[in-house]
């Protein structure tokens, strides 16, 4: 794995495959003349997909990188790091 790979990386190169699958399927929906509902929700999965590959690229980033990062701390300063991860969860 590349130094910077987490272990979510190939869920979230999958969901991108997936969103790229919708985005052409868009695209050749457009091309037939398909109504513009089917076009709008195809559209939808392909923001969602995009969406959650996001989100989960930041959670794990966050999860795994802030750690090293911050370094050594107090037992009260890695209970507001593991509220501030749980919140983050919310966004």
């Known amino acids: 794995m ?6 979510s990386h190939p869920a979230i190169i999958k969901r991108l ?7 052409q399927s868009v695209t050749q ?5 398909r109504p513009c509902l089917d076009i709008a929700q195809q559209l939808h999965a392909v923001e969602k997909a995009i969406q ?7 959670q794990d980033h966050i999860d795994h990188c802030l750690d ?18 749980a919140i983050v969860r919310y966004l």
Do not use: S
Not at 53 to 58: C, D, E, S
């Open 2 to 7: 590349p130094p910077h790979a987490h272990e």
């Open 68 to 85: 090293e990062a911050i370094g050594a701390r107090t037992e009260g300063q890695q209970a507001q790091i593991e509220d501030f991860k």
């Open 52 to 58: 959650q590959a996001k989100r989960t690229l930041v």
């Open 29 to 33: 929906m457009i091309e037939e003349g």
């Open 17 to 23: 495959n997936r969103a790229r699958g919708h985005l």
